[in-house]
T-cell receptor, first 114, second 114 residues
Framework: AQSVSQHNHHVILSEAASLELGCNYS??????LFWYVQYPGQHLQLLLK??????LVKGIKGFEAEFIKSKFSFNLRKPSVQWSDTAEYFC????????????FGTGTKLQVIP | DAGVIQSPRHEVTEMGQEVTLRCKPI?????LFWYRQTMMRGLELLIY????????DSGMPEDRFSAKMPNASFSTLKIQPSEPRDSAVYFC????????????FGSGTRLTVV
């Protein structure tokens, strides 16, 4: 079964700092990869996703993620964070075919200080 | 599109009472997922349905939990009897196909068992 690891549990940044959140997955086959964001008191929303093709994926609000197959990684990046990016970020993975469920990581809480 | 609709938004109940959470998926989505989110355990998949059929209920904590999907537009998650440790936010999500498109989450039900 697939699994997802997010090693940073809590990240604190100042506005305009660059962001990189780590995500590693464990599965030997072809995967789909996702990043979700959960703003305080709200539900999870899809930020970006990777299925195939260009390993550099661009999402909403200036976020991007790079799939590095050899490292089993899908790190989330943003060049300059804003206070409004304060949220919890979840990496997720699913495998192709069948009734595949999405497995979520434990999340990384990002706090952006004005 | 109204999105995934969950009710109630908040539920406070006494220990031992029956609790029923409701979810209406996005029209046309054929997969439905129930998640539980707590500070201690993060986001846990409880059960998921495909075409109204339960596919994987291995995440259901114990026999006190049950879920049904009588038709494509409605699902319930029932806890009977409820216990304080069931206090959490319960999210419903739906998707089309085998998760390639990512999930759409509902706004969640915050359950407090006193």
């Amino acid at each position: 079964a697939q699994s997802v690891s997010q090693h940073n549990h809590h990240v604190i940044l100042s506005e305009a700092a660059s962001l990189e959140l780590g995500c590693n997955y464990s599965y030997g086959g072809t995967v789909n990869l996702f990043w979700y964001v959960q703003y305080p008191g709200q539900h999870l929303q899809l930020l970006l996703k990777y299925f195939s093709g260009d390993p550099l994926v661009k999402g909403i609000k200036g976020f991007e993620a790079e799939f590095i197959k050899s490292k089993f990684s899908f790190n989330l990046r943003k060049p300059s964070v804003q206070w409004s990016d304060t949220a919890e970020y979840f990496c997720a993975v699913s495998v192709l075919g069948g009734y595949q469920k999405v497995t979520f990581g434990t999340g990384t809480k990002l706090q952006v200080i004005p | 599109d109204a999105g995934v609709i969950q009710s109630p938004r908040h539920e406070v109940t006494e220990m031992g009472q029956e609790v029923t959470l409701r979810c209406k998926p996005i029209s046309g989505h054929n997969s439905l997922f129930w998640y539980r989110q707590t500070m201690m355990r993060g986001l846990e998949l409880l059960i998921y349905f495909n075409n109204n059929v339960p596919i994987d209920d291995s995440g259901m904590p114990e026999d006190r939990f049950s879920a049904k999907m009588p038709n494509a537009s409605f699902s319930t998650l029932k806890i009977q009897p409820s216990e304080p440790r069931d206090s959490a936010v319960y999210f419903c999500a739906s998707s089309f196909g085998d998760s390639n498109y990512g999930y759409t989450f509902g706004s969640g039900t915050r359950l407090t068992v006193v």
